[in-house]
């Protein structure tokens, strides 16, 4: 059985860091790609960030360029997002997801498993 535990959510202040893990378990291919996403409080649900299988290929979206990386730990079977330089509208539910074609980029229908997700709330 696939999960996939968000962890790492919680409060802080404009301008503070958080890094948010991703523990999958259960993944029987050794190459899986993670997409985290995000989704705000009466907004549609929005791709962040992305790892490829191969960890060669990663992609930000827009509004969180040179503030957030993500990277993999494959011995940990962990995806981290360090998230810097926070503002008010990154507050939502972070939740990942896990595909093994190797790479979705932002393409929700893709992603075969989703994790709970994790609060994130930055305060003005």
């Known amino acids: 059985q696939v999960q996939l535990v968000e962890s790492g959510g919680g409060l802080v202040q404009a301008g503070g860091s958080l890094t948010l893990s991703c523990a999958a378990s259960?993944?029987?291919?050794?190459?899986?790609?993670i997409g985290w996403f995000r989704q705000a409080p009466g907004k549609e649900r929005e791709g962040v960030s992305c790892?490829?299988?191969?960890?060669?290929?990663?992609y930000n979206t827009d509004s969180v360029k040179g503030r957030f990386t993500i990277s993999r730990d494959d011995a940990k079977n962990t995806v981290y997002l360090h998230m810097s330089s926070l503002k008010p509208e990154d507050t939502g539910v972070y939740y990942c997801?896990?595909?093994?074609?190797?790479?979705?980029?932002?393409?929700?229908?893709?992603?075969?498993?989703w994790g709970q997700g994790t609060q994130v709330t930055v305060s003005s």
């Open positions: 997801a896990a595909e093994t074609t190797g790479w979705a980029g932002f393409n929700e229908s893709e992603y075969e498993y």
């Open positions: 259960g993944i029987t291919s050794e190459y899986y790609a």
């Open positions: 790892i490829s299988s191969s960890d060669d290929i990663t």
